[in-house]
Every structure is written in C-alpha cells, then in structure tokens.
T-cell receptor
Framework: AQSVTQPDIHITVSEGASLELRCNYS??????LFWYVQSPGQGLQLLLK??????LVQGIKGFEAEFKRSQSSFNLRKPSVHWRDAAEYYC????????????FGKGTKLSVIP | DTGVSQDPRHKITKRGQNVTFRCDPI?????LYWYRQTLGQGPEFLTY????????KSRLLSDRFSAERPKGSFSTLEIQRTEQGDSAMYLC??????????FGPGTRLTVL
C-alpha cells in the first residue's frame, strides 16, 4: 500500500539552530511530494513541492527539501529556525494518476526554544 | 485573494444529531477534496469531486456520510446520526489545473 512515514513525532530545537525533518515514502513509482505546515487552529499551508527535475527544491519561509530516490526520502531542512516556525509539519505524497488524493504522514511537531 | 473557506469553523453537537459543513473552493478550481484529521494524525482522504461529479470515495466514508457539490461550486458534507468517533477536523481543499491543493481552515467537530 502507498504510505508516507515521518519517523519523528516531536522535535525540539533552539532558535537559530538548523532543522531537518525526515520523510520516507513507499510508492510503486516516484510520487509527487509535498511538505505542508499547520499552525494551531489553522489549515494547511504548502511549503514546497517536488514533481520532477532538480532534486533540491526551495520553498517559502526559507525552507528547502531534498528528494533522494535511492532512499525514498524527501527531507525538509531549514538552516536557521525562528520561533515562528513552531508548528506541525506534514509530508504528503500523491500518485500521478487518478484523483490526486494526498496521502499524509502522521506529522512532526516542531517546538522552538527561544 | 479569496482562498478556500469553510463554514462553520467549529461545531459542537450531541450524539445522534445530524450536521452539515460547507466548503467554498477557490472560484476557478474545478476539483474539490474533503479530508478528515483526528488528533495526532495527518489528514485522511474522504472524497473527491471534479466539477459536480463525485468521482472517488474513501472506505472511511461510511453510509452516514454524504457529500455533494450540486453546481460544481461549493460543496457540503453531511454526517447523519453523529457518533463520538466522528469528532475530528474536517478539511476541504481545492485544486486547479496543476497538482497543488489549497486547504481551507477546517471545521472542528465535537460530538458529545
């Protein structure tokens, strides 16, 4: 079955430190990949997406992600975290056919120590 | 820029009551999705519309759930005879010609 795994439930970093959130996918073919952020009481905001091409993609708010086919991974990174980045982060994937429904991981909660 | 809107934002109901949620997608988007998000989980797909046609439904969508998109614009999601297990955030998303889904703020349902 198609699935997305986020191994880390909760990560705490100090403000100004670098960040890496992990995401692995299990699909028959390379899916389209997304990272979303959700602040408390808010909907989901798209940070970045990967469809094809350059494996390093840049997103909003200073985030980037690297697609690694050999590891079936799409990890999210940020060189310097701000306290406003504290939120829940979701990795998602969609197969390139049919309804394009998103399959989400369970999320990683990011806490930032001032 | 009018994004996806959902109404109500919060709904508290008693077990056994019916509830209806509304989603207004981005106006030029012809594809609309409903997802459900329970505490500590990522969103899970419920159903998909292209224009007014409901093309896909998840096994999560029991017969107590029904969704419509009568004129290919707004959509409604109705839950009949609510159960405590229906308590969740119900998210709506719309998509245009590319592969990016834009999400609304969600409707949080609490069933007492």
């Amino acid at each position: 079955a198609q699935s997305v795994t986020q191994p880390d439930i909760h990560i705490t970093v100090s403000e100004g430190a670098s960040l890496e959130l992990r995401c692995n996918y299990s699909y028959g073919a390379t899916p389209y990949l997304f990272w979303y952020v959700q602040s408390p009481g808010q909907g989901l905001q798209l940070l970045l997406k990967y469809f094809s091409g350059d494996t390093l993609v840049q997103g909003i708010k200073g985030f980037e992600a690297e697609f690694k086919r050999s590891q079936s991974s799409f990890n999210l990174r940020k060189p310097s975290v701000h306290w406003r980045d504290a939120a829940e982060y979701y990795c998602a994937a969609v197969s390139g056919a049919g309804s394009y429904q998103l399959t989400f991981g369970k999320g990683t909660k990011l806490s930032v120590i001032p | 820029d009018t994004g996806v809107s959902q109404d109500p934002r919060h709904k508290i109901t008693k077990r056994g009551q019916n509830v209806t949620f509304r989603c207004d997608p981005i106006s030029e988007h012809n594809r609309l999705y409903w997802y459900r998000q329970t505490l500590g989980q990522g969103p899970e797909f419920l159903t998909y519309f292209q224009n007014e046609a409901q093309l896909e439904k998840s096994r999560l969508l029991s017969d107590r759930f029904s969704a419509e998109r009568p004129k290919g614009s707004f959509s409604t999601l109705e839950i009949q005879r609510t159960e405590q297990g229906d308590s969740a955030m119900y998210l709506c998303a719309s998509r245009g010609v590319d592969n990016e889904q834009f999400f609304g703020p969600g409707t949080r349902l609490t069933v007492l």
